[in-house]
């Protein structure tokens, strides 16, 4: 799964990248993005694209209420053909969440401990993800949201989680944003593990655990203790 994430450029930064007009005003600076929060986000629609803002836990159009979206923060990438919260989407609105780091989180004895994932060029790690827009029935007012595509580890990961983010390569940032019908086994190739991209993995600070926590020390590497075998002393 990917429940916490970095975005620690400006969308002015971000649209550079990306080769995307800055329609978002963000200043960046976020360490502890979480699922309901407001991301940046890279979409296209014909031939405009375009950094925005959208909040993260898609809302499917048909959805009563929104609070249905706090569950809805990651898709599977096995079942996101046929999944009726997210094959429309995965249709026709599809999009890129570009964060400079992840975090995933390890059992290690009693304590999950949080370890955050990037890219060793530092440059930022393109997502797989999937828009909607949800009217709310109370104001009238669209929301747009979004989710982010899960698939089964890379090699890089394999022993951390059994899931991981869908990585785009950069070859393949047109065809993914391309909101015009596409050949669905086309798009499914591209949500396979991404092994092209070098990426550090390494344990941080529990801080990223509270929600409220948002800064700097949040990304900083810590030593994680190795459980020692157990000494007898002899009778």
Known sequence: ????????????????????????????????????????????????????????????????????????????????????????????????VP???FYEWKREGTIRQPYRVVRRDGMPLALAGLWAGWRDPATEIVRRTFTILTTTPNDALADLHDRMPVVVSEDAWPRWLDPAPSDPSELLGLLAPNEEVDLDVYAVERYVNDVRRDGPELIEPVRVATPQPAIFDAV
């Open 99 to 101: 964060v400079d780091s």
């Open 1 to 96: 799964m990917c429940g916490r994430f970095t975005q620690q450029r400006p969308a002015s930064e971000l649209a550079e990248i990306f080769g995307a007009e800055p329609l978002a005003d963000d200043l960046g600076g976020h360490f502890n993005v979480a699922p309901t929060d407001e991301a940046s986000v890279v979409v296209q629609r014909d031939e405009r694209r375009a950094i925005t803002s959208y909040r993260w836990g898609l809302i499917p159009h048909w959805a009563s209420d929104a609070k249905v979206g706090s569950r809805m923060f990651n898709a599977r990438a096995e079942t996101v053909t046929t999944s009726p919260a997210f094959r429309d989407a995965f249709a026709r609105k599809r999009c890129l």
